[in-house]
C-alpha cells in the first residue's frame, strides 16, 4: 500500500451509501462495509506522514437516537459514520472531519428526496458551522466541497469537526481568508467555553 500512498499529500474520502436499502447495497455496499469497513480500512492504509486525512460524515452521528435521526439510522448508517469518525480520531493522523446536513445541488444520483425535486442551494450560498453535531438542515454539496478544500489550506482546522449546513446569503464562496474567520470562529475561546 505504501506504493500507492507514495507523494500523497491529503486524503479526502467522502464515501457515503444510501440511508436504506437500495440497488446501491449489491454486493454488500450497504452501510457497515461502506462506512465502517471501508473507510476505517483507507484509514488503516493511510501512512503517518500526510498532511491531513479529511473525512466527510453526516450530522446526526451524534444523535442517531433522536428523532428524526433515528429514521435515517434504522440500517445503521450514522452508526458507521459515527465509528469511522472515532476510529480516525485515535488513529494519530493529522484530520479534519465535516458533517454536512441533507446534500442539495448535483448531481442527481441518489435515490432521495433531493434528486426527485431537484434541490439546489439557489440563494442558500452562505454557510453556517458548528463544533458540535447541533445542526439540521441542508448542506450545498457545492459547499461542501469547498469546506473540505478550504480545510486542506488552513493549518487551524487541524483535529477539528465542523458541521455544516447552507443559509441565505452570499457565502464564502473561494475567499480563504473568510473560509478562516467562519473555522475558527467554531473554536475561539469564547465558544469553547460556552460548549
Given at each position: 500500500?505504501?506504493?500507492?500512498?507514495?507523494?500523497?499529500?491529503?486524503?479526502?474520502?467522502?464515501?457515503?451509501?444510501?440511508?436504506?436499502?437500495s440497488s446501491r447495497?449489491?454486493?454488500?455496499?450497504?452501510?457497515?462495509?461502506?462506512?465502517?469497513?471501508?473507510?476505517?480500512?483507507?484509514?488503516?492504509?493511510?501512512?503517518?506522514?500526510?498532511?491531513?486525512?479529511?473525512?466527510?460524515?453526516?450530522?446526526?452521528?451524534?444523535?442517531?437516537?433522536?428523532?428524526?435521526?433515528?429514521?435515517?439510522?434504522?440500517?445503521?448508517?450514522?452508526?458507521?459514520?459515527?465509528?469511522?469518525?472515532?476510529?480516525?480520531?485515535?488513529?494519530?493522523?493529522?484530520?479534519?472531519?465535516?458533517?454536512?446536513?441533507?446534500?442539495?445541488?448535483?448531481?442527481?444520483?441518489?435515490?432521495?428526496?433531493?434528486?426527485?425535486?431537484?434541490?439546489?442551494?439557489?440563494?442558500?450560498?452562505?454557510?453556517?458551522?458548528?463544533?458540535?453535531?447541533?445542526?439540521?438542515?441542508?448542506?450545498?454539496?457545492?459547499?461542501?466541497?469547498?469546506?473540505?478544500?478550504?480545510?486542506?489550506?488552513?493549518?487551524?482546522?487541524r483535529n477539528h469537526?465542523?458541521?455544516?449546513?447552507?443559509?441565505?446569503?452570499?457565502?464564502?464562496?473561494?475567499?480563504t481568508a473568510k473560509?478562516?474567520?467562519?473555522?475558527?470562529?467554531?473554536?475561539?475561546?469564547?465558544?469553547?467555553?460556552?460548549?
Amino acid at each position: 500500500m505504501v506504493g500507492l500512498m507514495q507523494g500523497v499529500a491529503a486524503v479526502c474520502c467522502c464515501t457515503g451509501t444510501t440511508a436504506f436499502p437500495s440497488s446501491r447495497w449489491e454486493g454488500e455496499n450497504g452501510p457497515r462495509n461502506t462506512d465502517w469497513v471501508a473507510t476505517s480500512n483507507l484509514i488503516d492504509s493511510t501512512p503517518s506522514t500526510i498532511k491531513r486525512f479529511v473525512l466527510v460524515t453526516s450530522v446526526g452521528v451524534e444523535r442517531f437516537k433522536e428523532f428524526p435521526f433515528n429514521i435515517l439510522n434504522l440500517f445503521g448508517v450514522l452508526k458507521y459514520k459515527r465509528k469511522s469518525e472515532l476510529h480516525l480520531q485515535s488513529s494519530g493522523l493529522s484530520y479534519t472531519i465535516i458533517r454536512p446536513g441533507r446534500l442539495t445541488d448535483g448531481p442527481y444520483t441518489s435515490f432521495d428526496l433531493n434528486t426527485l425535486l431537484q434541490a439546489t442551494a439557489g440563494n442558500r450560498q452562505d454557510v453556517q458551522l458548528s463544533p458540535r453535531d447541533d445542526q439540521r438542515g441542508e448542506a450545498s454539496r457545492i459547499a461542501v466541497a469547498e469546506a473540505v478544500v478550504q480545510t486542506l489550506m488552513l493549518p487551524s482546522t487541524r483535529n477539528h469537526y465542523y458541521s455544516i449546513c447552507s443559509t441565505e446569503g452570499e457565502g464564502p464562496g473561494k475567499d480563504t481568508a473568510k473560509w478562516e474567520t467562519l473555522f475558527s470562529s467554531c473554536y475561539a475561546p469564547e465558544a469553547s467555553m460556552l460548549a
